[in-house]
């Protein structure tokens, strides 16, 4: 099975790590705690406590399992080596919505990362991909489940 590649800006690399040393540092420590707790009260076959607790142990090393998987496969993107000449991934676009002269600002990033409230869109969403690759004056067409937004690309910067 091939490995799937993570790309990452170095911010996006950087939380995953955090999040992880955060999970296995902390709430493993906290979780192993509320299980030894539940065990104290004894009987377990009748031990909501002690289930609850099995779960949330089993879902947090399905969590850390997943970020280590991320981690290990993460391409994280130099955006120093990138020019800004046409947009990439890591790169900060302000657009024009040419149907209503609305502007918007968004940054390129891997699927791991996208986060649309603070701006942040996939570059396998549709206005992401269709974004990557044109430069500055240049007018795009995208179809989206909405219908068709029409775009002009007024800047390109590294985010």
Same mark, same amino acid.
């Given at each position: 099975?091939?490995?799937?590649?993570?790309?990452?800006?170095?911010?996006?690399?950087?939380?995953?790590?955090?999040?992880?040393?955060?999970?296995?540092?902390?709430?493993?420590?906290?979780?192993?705690?509320?299980?030894?707790?539940?065990?104290? $009260?004894? @009987?377990?076959? %009748?031990?909501? /406590? *002690?289930?609850?607790?099995?779960?949330?142990? #089993?879902?947090?090393? =399905?969590?850390?399992?997943?970020?280590?998987?991320?981690?290990?496969?993460?391409?994280?993107?130099?955006?120093?080596?990138?020019?800004?000449?046409?947009?990439?991934?890591?790169?900060?676009?302000?657009?024009? $919505?040419? @149907?209503?002269? %609305?502007?918007? /600002? *968004?940054?390129?990033?891997?699927?791991?990362? #996208?986060?649309?409230? =603070?701006?942040?869109?996939?570059?396998?969403?549709?206005?992401?991909?269709?974004?990557?690759?044109?430069?500055?004056?240049?007018?795009?067409?995208?179809?989206?489940?909405?219908?068709?937004?029409?775009?002009?690309?007024?800047?390109?910067?590294?985010?």
């Amino acid at each position: 099975m091939a490995r799937e590649e993570v790309l990452l800006t170095r911010e996006g690399y950087d939380k995953l790590v955090a999040e992880h040393e955060e999970l296995v540092a902390v709430r493993r420590l906290e979780v192993a705690e509320r299980l030894k707790e539940a065990i104290s $009260y004894g @009987d377990l076959s %009748e031990n909501a /406590e *002690y289930d609850a607790a099995k779960n949330e142990q #089993a879902e947090l090393e =399905e969590k850390i399992m997943k970020l280590e998987t991320m981690i290990r496969n993460a391409k994280v993107i130099d955006e120093s080596e990138i020019s800004s000449d046409r947009v990439n991934l890591g790169h900060t676009v302000k657009v024009e $919505y040419l @149907d209503s002269g %609305e502007i918007e /600002e *968004y940054t390129i990033v891997g699927s791991n990362e #996208a986060d649309p409230f =603070e701006g942040k869109i996939s570059n396998e969403s549709a206005v992401g991909s269709a974004l990557i690759g044109t430069g500055v004056g240049e007018e795009i067409s995208i179809e989206i489940p909405d219908g068709i937004i029409h775009l002009k690309v007024l800047e390109i910067s590294r985010s």
